[in-house]
């Protein structure tokens, strides 16, 4: 018979955590203003952790036999729960924040914790999907770095295979690990066109060389031999005989020297030839289908089915040119089409100073950012269900709604990917605001950031009323009748009386109101070309 006695021991460890009587161990945490230290016992870390264990035996004692060690990456809030763990294999997580949970997943692992890194790993994946959906970016790309979190690397390239271009148009993308590209690359599910997937993995192999010339046709051999090297591991995974023979004429050719004669000679062969057989390898199309869409109604007719999209490859053909954009300090349009119908060049030098949180506005000759149109009202029409479909998966957007009967130019910034499929789902981020512009009569602009970033956004699951909701209804866009410009039921409520996410009102009145028009733009860093000083 065997008694065991877990919980008491688990409870009087604890308390030898708070004995500071026979400590032999100081350990420091954090930096500056919230640096702070913790007393702990060598015995118990070195038995609880190899991690502690290798830095014990390369940390010397001082006069009073008390080793340091310094942790300055490691919050101090992070780190006591870490120690609470060392000591009870305790963690209580209930009313944590889920950024501080990943954050103390990926603290875990690198002290070696890994009963307790999977254990969170499994938790945000089974009970926090849409926190890890919305915050792809920050924790897709620091994930690769390790051997670990297997889980979440398949979890976040199931969801990449379905919605490329969530990593493909994040301003992050060129930051992405090799290992991580790779893995994308592999997928036969990945669904995109191929020659899309072609100029992503140029875009980010000329980043991994700064010191290219921006302008290709000026490339020697040495820069066409640095550009091969970089992609020698990416360029095998691309299903070259699956592009189109246009695309490859426009696109491949420019960079026709990182490849193998052998593929390049196989290429136009099989355009020429489809049914001649080559010597290359030629690996299968991938499998492409459209997003599935919510089986929503707008106007009583059922949302429009999409067919599913086949890849051909053509013969070479003399190509046709593209039909040509204009950029204006950032600001892309259509020829003969307004980049906006609501804002100006002024107003979107002062919303860039605002996402770089700068306390002067951007000149508008010097604009970092370009405003993408995604989405305009009066084009694409105003249902609640238009927003949800055209903007789902994009990172980083801005929404300007022009209120009706008044000079009124009010938004919204979300630096997250808008989701239709997490429906009644707070969502959290601590760098969205919402704003009223300078138009008219309006004098001055206001800039209200968040303020309570657990409640920062609402992606409702009912997307036939509600559309962009920041805060608790603090600008929030909606419907009755599914349609943003038939009746007054849009809102820009901040009622002290309840809970406030955001800093200050937009408006002077909590009066609903209807909109005449309104826009999304997509953010995107410009380029920065590269510099010789001579």
């Known amino acids: 018979m065997t008694f065991k006695f877990f919980d008491k021991l688990s409870q009087e460890f604890s308390e030898l955590l708070n004995d500071e009587k026979e400590y032999n161990v100081v350990i420091e945490v954090d930096k500056e203003e919230n640096k702070k230290s913790f007393t702990a016992h060598s015995v118990v870390l070195r038995y609880r952790s190899s991690h502690f264990h290798k830095e014990l035996g390369n940390v010397p004692t001082n006069e009073n036999h008390i080793k340091t060690i310094i942790k300055p990456n490691i919050s101090a809030q992070i780190f006591e729960i870490i120690l609470k763990y060392i000591y009870g294999g305790i963690v209580d997580i209930e009313n944590t924040n889920t950024k501080i949970i990943y954050e103390l997943m990926i603290n875990a692992n690198e002290l070696e914790l890994k009963d307790l890194s999977e254990k969170l790993e499994s938790y945000l994946i089974e009970s926090k999907a849409s926190w890890l959906k919305t915050h792809f970016s920050l924790v897709y790309l ?26 493909f ?3 992050d993308f060129t930051s992405l690990q090799e290992t991580a590209l790779i893995s994308i690359l592999k997928r036969d599910d990945l669904n995109v066109e191929e020659i899309k997937i072609w100029d992503n993995v140029i875009k980010w192999g000329i980043a991994q060389n700064p010191t290219l010339p921006v302008d290709s046709e000026k490339w020697s051999n040495e820069n066409f031999e640095a550009l091969e090297t970089t992609l020698q591991h990416c360029l095998p995974l691309i299903r070259y005989f699956h592009i189109s023979g ?51 109604t707008i106007s009583g007719l ?21 039909s040509r954009t204009i950029s ?41 950012y370009e405003f993408k149109l995604i989405l305009r009202g009066s084009k694409d029409g105003f249902h609640p269900m238009k927003f949800w479909i ?33 429906g ?17 009569k309006i004098k001055n602009s206001i800039l209200s950031r968040v303020i309570d970033s657990s409640e920062a956004l609402y992606y409702s699951n009912d997307q036939n009323i509600y559309g962009p909701n920041f805060g608790n209804g603090e600008f929030m866009m909606r419907s009755n009748v599914s349609n943003f410009i038939k009746d007054k039921v849009c809102l820009c409520d901040h009622d002290s009386r309840y809970s406030t996410c955001y800093e200050k009102p937009i408006r002077t009145t909590n009066e609903r109101f209807s909109i005449v028009d309104y826009e999304v733009f997509k953010i995107i860093k410009k380029q920065i070309p590269n510099c010789t000083i001579r």
């Open 142 to 167: 620091s994930i690769f770095d390790s051997n670990e979190f297997k889980d979440l690397k398949i979890f976040y390239n199931d969801i990449v295979a379905k919605h490329p271009n969530l990593i």
């Open 302 to 322: 059922p949302l429009p089915e999409l067919p599913s999209r086949t890849i051909s490859t053509p013969r070479l053909t003399s190509p046709e040119l593209p």
């Open 390 to 422: 055209m903007c789902h998966g994009h990172i980083g957007t801005i929404v300007v709604a022009k209120v009706s009967g008044t000079d009124e130019i009010i938004g919204g910034y979300n630096p997250l990917a808008w989701d239709n499929s997490i």
């Open 424 to 440: 009644g789902n707070d969502i959290e981020t601590d760098d969205s605001f919402i704003f009223s512009l300078k138009n008219g």
């Open 246 to 296: 246009e695309d490859i004429w426009e696109k491949v050719k420019p960079y026709e020297k990182i490849l193998e004669k052998q593929l390049w000679d196989d290429m136009i062969q099989h355009n020429m030839f489809p049914n001649k057989p080559v010597k290359s390898l030629v690996l299968p199309a991938r499998i492409i289908s459209n997003p599935e869409l919510p089986s929503r």
């Open 328 to 368: 204006t300090s950032g600001l892309s349009s259509r020829v003969n089409e307004p980049f906006s119908t609501i804002i100006n060049k002024e107003h979107v030098a002062e919303l860039s100073s605002w996402i770089d949180r700068k306390s002067t506005a951007y000149s508008s000759s010097n604009i970092p």
């Open 169 to 171: 148009e994040s301003g």
